[in-house]
């Protein structure tokens, strides 16, 4: 299963209702309109909750995949520790910013038999039952954050939640589920890019004072401001908000700046670009097991390929260094 993991609201934002009515501000808001995902009023929007979310969006993905395996458990009438014996639940997943600053996570969700992709999964284990058990262990899942002037937060994930079948045989042939083969498929089907909420920042913050020089949204701003000045806070000294600061928060593997992808490939070299990264920053040891794919903004097309697509990735040869990584 494909599925988009998405932040709840902290207040509302200027949007494209799919309806077609206008935003909420009385605007039929274009498509690359700036203002889309910032707050219709930045002064009541929850600066603090969507700084802290993100800084939790680990924590909480961490803890939905041990619901997401009690749920199928449950569901197969196993014990967890039987289920081991019978199927296995593996995951891969890639972050992405909404304009918001929030991050999504997308996951490729598979299940397979005892031993993985090279054994047929049990008759029971239908994208059905898979499906319903990421929904329940979704609605489940909550993180208890820290309580910052008497309100305490907790972090759940947003209702919006897609769930698809991959119907497509990217990953049907006991290919090991990596994060870096998730960002591959992802990648093949990416459209246009658009902007993200980081935009131009793309390292760390060493002053404050340098906010002010940066070519960036409001928007962007006060998100970093407001991860900067909880960073102060002893209480939440593990989360290390100002050397994340620039990441909203969130302690994932950085990316490249936002950029338009004009082609499948060019999508797919970033992919791998971002595996190279990757790999680097699992060599530092304090990045480690945090370490996370972002990508750019892209959007889900659908499945497969298109046969002009499927004869161009038969033609290519692996560049060199490269042998080994998903092209197809
Ligand atoms: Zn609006």
Redesign the pocket.
């Known amino acids: 299963m494909f599925a988009t993991f998405t932040a709840p609201s902290f207040g509302p934002v200027?949007?494209r209702p799919s309806s077609g009515r206008p935003?909420?501000?009385g605007?039929h808001?274009d498509q690359d309109d700036d203002?889309l995902g910032t707050p219709?009023n930045p002064d009541t929007y929850d600066y603090e909750a969507a700084v802290l979310w993100n800084a939790h969006a680990g924590a909480l993905w961490r803890r939905f995949s041990t619901y997401l395996r009690r749920e199928v458990a449950k569901r197969a009438g196993l014990s967890q520790r039987r289920l081991r014996d019978h199927a296995r639940v593996s995951f891969a997943k890639v972050a992405e910013y909404q304009k918001r600053g929030a991050v999504h996570f997308h996951a490729v969700i598979r299940l397979d038999g005892p031993a993985g992709g090279d054994t047929p999964p049990p008759p029971w284990a239908t994208a059905e039952l898979l499906t319903d058990a990421i929904r329940a262990a979704t609605d489940k899942v909550r993180v208890d954050g820290p309580a910052i002037d008497g309100h305490a937060h907790t972090f759940t994930f947003g209702r919006q939640l897609d769930v698809r079948t991959i119907r497509s045989a990217d990953f049907n042939d006991g290919q090991e589920l990596t994060e870096r083969a998730v960002a591959a498929y992802i990648a093949k089907y990416a459209t246009k890019g658009a902007e993200t909420a980081t935009g131009a920042l793309d390292r760390p913050l060493k002053f404050a004072a340098e906010l002010a020089q940066l070519d960036i949204s409001d928007h962007a701003r006060r998100l970093i401001r407001t991860a900067w000045d909880l960073g102060a806070r002893k209480s939440l000294e593990h989360l290390r908000l100002r050397a994340w600061a620039h990441m909203l928060g969130f302690r994932g593997h950085f990316s490249t700046k936002s950029r338009r992808y004009s082609t499948t490939l060019g999508a797919l070299r970033d992919a791998r670009a971002e595996w190279r990264r990757a790999q680097a920053a699992a060599a530092q040891p304090e990045r480690g097991t945090d370490t996370t794919y972002v990508l750019a903004h892209w959007v889900f097309a659908g499945t497969g390929l298109s046969s002009a697509e499927a004869w161009l990735a038969a033609s290519l040869e692996p560049a060199p260094g490269t042998e080994g990584e998903p092209t197809k």
């Open positions: 200027h949007n935003c909420r501000c605007t808001h203002t219709l």
